[in-house]
């Protein structure tokens, strides 16, 4: 999710979950009978407490794998910290990180290792 400012939203992983205490950018898998993109709207709604709007969508990346795919959507909000709500379960926290501070949480291992590369994603589209 990108704000107005060209902020990127990341949430703090859960500790139990795997790479617990790391940040990520919501996401999910998806269950039958879901696409790609409702099932994104879906895990930012249980995760975050957040109602996407339907025209944020922009599909970043298709990554297709010998037994599963990774799409990465970006979505479009200006919301607050303050108005999300974070499924205990999920997520512990967020925030919002400008292109400096993302590239610094990268090179310091507090990203979740899959998405160290979203942000260059963002800047080519």
């Not at 999920?90 to 990203?111: G, L, S």
Request: one cysteine or more.
């Amino acid at each position: 999710m990108q704000n107005d400012s060209g902020g990127l939203l990341l949430s703090k992983r859960h500790p139990n979950k795997p790479y617990g205490g790391y940040w990520e950018c919501t996401g999910g898998s998806v269950i039958a009978g879901e696409n790609s993109l409702q099932g994104a709207y879906r895990e930012v709604a249980e995760e975050l407490g957040l109602q996407l709007d339907d025209k944020a969508a922009k599909l970043l990346r298709r990554e297709v794998r010998q037994v599963d795919h990774l799409d990465n959507w970006l979505f479009h909000s200006n919301v607050s910290i303050e108005q999300l709500t974070f499924q205990p379960e999920e997520v512990i926290d967020a925030k919002w990180v400008d292109e400096e501070t993302y590239r610094r949480m990268v090179r310091q291992k507090a990203i979740v290792p899959t998405l160290h590369h979203f942000f260059d994603e963002l800047m080519v589209k």
